[in-house]
C-alpha cells in the first residue's frame, strides 16, 4: 500500500512516521527545500520559541521506535512578564514561589485561576485533545459530566477578571490557539494549565532541531521526501482522492494526508471555501546576536492590552502592541500578534524597525542582522497568514474541524488548522492519530489514538 503525505512540518512527519509503522510505503511532498514547516527559521535563528509543552506527545512518537528524545530541561521561570509601569511577574514550577509575588487578593485570583484551569483541562483533555473528533455523542457526554465547569456561557474576559496585572497575564493563553481573546470563550482558560501546572521544556536548537530529529527518523524508517514541489490540485473522484499534481507532474497512492493548512486541502480539492472567521497572525523579527545570551523568555505588556486587540480587530497593525521576547544564545526571535490578510498598515520593514525601537527602550540587545516574517511570509503556509485557522470565538468556534474531508474515504486532513488543534505538541498529535485514525477507517487496521 502507497501513502502520500502533503508537507514535512511537525504534523506530515508524525503523520508519516504512524503510516510508515503500518508497513505502508510513504511519500512526503514538501513545497520547501526542507522539513520543519514554519519552524525551519532563517540562517540558524529559530523562528519561534526552542521551547515545548506536553513532551509526553513527541516521546509518544519517537518511543513507537524505540528511540528517545533529545535532553529536554524544565525551565523556571516560565517566563518573566513586565508591564508598563515596572511591575514584573515570573511564575514558576514552584506555586509557592510563584505566589509569594503577588499580593494576598492576587495570590488568591491566581491559586483559584489555576485551579479552574486545571479542572478544565482534565475535563476537556480526553475529548479535546488525546482523543479522535468528538462525535455528537462524545460532546454531549462532555457536556453533561464537564461542561458547566467550562463555564459555557461566559467570556475568557469575564472568568479571569483579576485586576490590571493578572487579568492580561491570563488572558494572553487564549492568544496560543489564535484567539482574540476579548472574543474567546471561558473553555480557552485551560491552555494555561498546560504552562503553568504542566511545565515548560527547554530543546538546545528548538522546534527546527525537533523537526531535523524526526525527520532523521522518518528517513530511516525508509519514508521518502521531495522537497521543493507544490501541490497545485488533487484529483477528486466519486469517494475517493485518485491522484495529485504537483507543478513537477502527478503522484498517485492509495491513501492521501494533507498536513498543509485545511484552506488549501480544499481549494485543491475544488471545494468550497469554509465561511467561519480565522483567528489571528503574526508578526515576527528574526535577530542574530553579537553575544550570546541566556535562555529566556519575556512579555512586555502593551499600555492597553485591550485597545491593542481593538486595532488587531479592526484590521491594523497594532502600535503599541504586547511584545514576546524569546533569546537563546547568539539568536533571538521577537513577536506581537497581528491581523491576518489583508491588513492596513505601514510596510514590513518600517513596523518591523518601528518594533526594534520599542524593544531597544524594554530590552537592549546585541543585534548584529535581523529578519522579519509578516504574515504575508505566514500565508505560505496558512491562509491569509492565520496561524491556527478557524478563530476559536464563541463556543463553537472552540471545535476545531475534523479529520474528514468531503467524504473522501482514502484521505485524512492533519494539521494545526484541525483537530486537536495548534501549535507543536497538538499538531503532532494531530498527524499521529490522524494517520491511525486514517489506517482505521480505510484499512480496517487498528489505527486509534496515543
Known amino acids: 500500500m502507497k501513502a502520500i503525505v502533503i508537507g514535512a512540518g511537525f504534523a506530515g512527519l508524525a503523520a508519516a512516521l504512524r503510516l510508515r509503522k503500518a508497513g505502508l510505503e510513504v511519500t512526503v511532498i514538501e513545497q520547501f527545500d526542507q522539513p520543519g514547516g514554519k519552524a525551519i527559521g532563517w540562517e540558524g535563528v529559530p523562528s519561534g520559541p526552542t521551547v515545548l509543552t506536553l513532551p509526553e506527545i513527541p516521546r509518544m512518537i519517537v518511543g513507537a521506535f524505540g528511540k528517545s528524545l533529545p535532553e529536554l530541561k524544565p525551565v523556571s521561570p516560565l517566563t518573566r512578564y513586565t508591564w508598563p509601569d515596572g511591575r514584573v511577574f515570573a511564575p514558576e514550577l514552584d506555586l509557592e514561589a510563584t505566589l509569594s509575588q503577588l499580593s494576598v487578593q492576587e495570590a488568591q485570583h491566581y491559586r483559584r485561576l489555576l485551579d479552574q484551569a486545571r479542572t478544565m483541562y482534565e475535563g476537556a483533555k480526553d475529548t479535546f485533545i488525546f482523543g479522535p473528533p468528538p462525535p455528537t455523542y462524545g460532546l454531549l457526554r462532555y457536556g453533561l459530566r464537564d461542561g458547566l465547569k467550562a463555564h459555557p456561557l461566559k ?91 504537483t507543478d513537477q507532474g502527478w503522484h498517485s497512492a492509495d491513501l492521501y494526508i494533507s498536513a498543509a493548512d485545511r484552506h488549501f486541502t480544499l481549494q485543491w480539492l475544488g471545494l468550497p471555501m469554509p465561511g467561519y ?174
Request: aromatic share 10%; proline share 7%; charged share 10%.
Open 155 to 245: 467570556p475568557l474576559s469575564r472568568l479571569v477578571a483579576s485586576g490590571p496585572y493578572l487579568t492580561p497575564f491570563f488572558l494572553r493563553f487564549a492568544t496560543y490557539l489564535g484567539a482574540n481573546p476579548y472574543q474567546a470563550p471561558a473553555v480557552l482558560h485551560n491552555i494555561a494549565w498546560v504552562e503553568l501546572g504542566l511545565g515548560v521544556f527547554h530543546l538546545a536548537g528548538g522546534m527546527r532541531a525537533l523537526a531535523d530529529y524526526l525527520f532523521g527518523l522518518a528517513q530511516a524508517q525508509g519514508v521518502r521526501f521531495l522537497f521543493g514541489q507544490r501541490v497545485r490540485q488533487m484529483q477528486r473522484l466519486p469517494g475517493r482522492v485518485g491522484a495529485l499534481q
Open 277 to 450: 472567521a480565522l483567528g489571528v497572525s503574526g508578526f515576527a523579527v528574526l535577530m542574530k546576536l553579537s553575544e550570546a545570551l541566556p535562555l529566556g523568555h519575556h512579555i512586555f505588556f502593551s499600555q492597553d492590552y485591550e485597545a491593542e486587540w481593538r486595532e488587531i480587530a479592526a484590521g491594523r497593525w497594532p502600535q503599541d502592541p504586547t511584545l514576546y521576547l524569546h533569546t537563546d544564545g547568539d539568536t533571538a526571535f521577537l513577536l506581537v500578534n497581528a491581523p491576518s490578510l489583508p491588513h492596513v498598515g505601514s510596510g514590513v520593514q518600517g513596523y518591523a524597525q518601528h518594533l526594534l525601537a520599542r524593544l531597544k527602550r524594554l530590552h537592549p540587545l546585541p543585534i548584529a542582522a535581523w529578519r522579519a516574517m509578516s504574515p504575508q511570509d505566514y500565508s505560505q503556509t496558512a491562509c491569509r497568514g492565520a496561524l491556527y485557522g478557524r478563530a476559536p470565538h464563541g463556543l463553537l468556534g472552540a471545535l476545531r474541524p475534523g479529520w474528514a474531508v468531503a467524504g473522501l474515504g482514502n484521505l485524512a486532513q492533519v494539521g494545526g488548522t484541525v483537530h486537536p488543534g495548534g501549535g507543536v505538541p497538538l499538531s503532532l498529535l494531530s498527524g499521529w492519530n490522524g494517520a491511525g485514525w486514517l489506517l482505521d477507517r480505510f484499512l480496517g487496521q487498528k489505527g486509534g489514538t496515543a
